[in-house]
């Protein structure tokens, strides 16, 4: 029996969002792992990455994913890589659906393009962003595509979401 459902997914596709959405519909806690990262380590994202790089990064997450493993009735958001690292995958899929969301690429420009906190896409243009964005897609695709279900949110409203994920998920959660 599942007892999460985790959203997981690339930067901007809609996982905290939809993810407090859906938590609220189910009476479900909510959690997102990049929050308790900041929280255990005492800084930004961003300054981990700038000050130590993205493998000390990648250690906070995956003893971030091993504490929210063992939650129950959870959404939980994880970060757009989370699921690159086999340790998160197998840990997470113990006892959690996971779902990744998916979006066009200039869907995931305009929702980024004005946030300077995801450090894996502050390179300046458009372009350069625009072009980092397509390569870690393909890069993750096979990844994401381990999922248990992929969902793609480019022109859906936050509600629409949260209902096809119901629909999908009430024969093997609950
Ligand atoms: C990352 C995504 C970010 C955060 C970190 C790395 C990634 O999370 O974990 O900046 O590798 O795609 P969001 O997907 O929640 O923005």
Known sequence: MKRN??????????????????????????IDTDEQIEKLSGMKIT????EFGEDVFRRFETLIVY??????NYVISVGGGTLVNPVNREVL???????????QPEVIYSRVCS??????LNLG?????????????EKRMKYYSMSDF????????IF?????????IYNIVF
């Open 5 to 30: 459902i985790v959203l997981s997914g690339f930067m901007g596709t809609g996982k905290s969002t939809v993810g407090r959405a859906l938590a609220d519909r189910l009476g479900w806690g909510f």
């Open 47 to 50: 300054k981990i990455f700038s």
């Open 67 to 72: 504490n929210v493993s063992r939650l129950s």
């Open 93 to 103: 899929s113990r006892n959690s659906l996971i779902i990744t969301f998916m979006a």
């Open 115 to 120: 946030n300077k906190d995801r450090p894996l």
């Open 125 to 137: 243009s458009e372009d350069l962003i625009l072009e980092r964005i397509k390569e870690l897609l």
């Open 150 to 157: 992929i969902l793609d949110t480019s022109f859906k409203e």
């Open 160 to 168: 629409e979401l949260v209902d096809e994920i119901i629909d999908q």
